[in-house]
């Protein structure tokens, strides 16, 4: 098993920044991956970035790209969610989520390839 806690959300203006933290406990020797989620009210839950967790090799939605910036530490078994010149758009409830299944060829980028997530932080950016 794997657990996996979220910090760092809250309520900011648009064009501020948030960090999120997200703390794995557990197995982590297990862990392929490492991701961001997000879900807003009524819609699905869409992937925001991910991180490999040997190697960092990192992949994010066309959505956040050049704003987002996903990173980990693997001595403190924690990820980060860089989050710059937030949107009202990006408001939603962002959840960490970990794998220890390897899909060849993946990109990693559904929902369906974490078996482990937290609980979720809420983000809300204002316009």
């Known amino acids: 098993q794997v657990q996996l806690v979220e910090s760092g959300g809250g309520l900011v203006q648009a064009g501020g920044s948030l960090r999120l933290s997200c703390a794995a406990s557990?197995?982590?020797?297990?862990?392929?991956?490492m991701g961001w989620f997000r879900q807003a009210p009524g819609k699905e839950r869409d992937f925001v970035a991910r991180i490999t967790w040997s190697g960092g090799d990192t992949h994010s939605a066309d959505s956040v790209k050049g704003r987002f910036t996903i990173s980990r530490d693997k001595a403190k078994n924690t990820v980060y969610l860089q989050m710059n010149s937030l949107k009202p758009e990006d408001t939603a409830v962002y959840y960490c989520?970990?794998?220890?299944?390897?899909?060849?060829?993946?990109?990693?980028?559904?929902?369906?390839?974490?078996?482990?997530w937290g609980q979720g932080t809420q983000v809300t950016v204002s316009s």
């Open positions: 989520a970990a794998t220890t299944r390897l899909y060849v060829g993946s990109m990693y980028s559904s929902p369906r390839e974490y078996n482990y």
């Open positions: 557990g197995r982590t020797f297990s862990v392929y991956a």
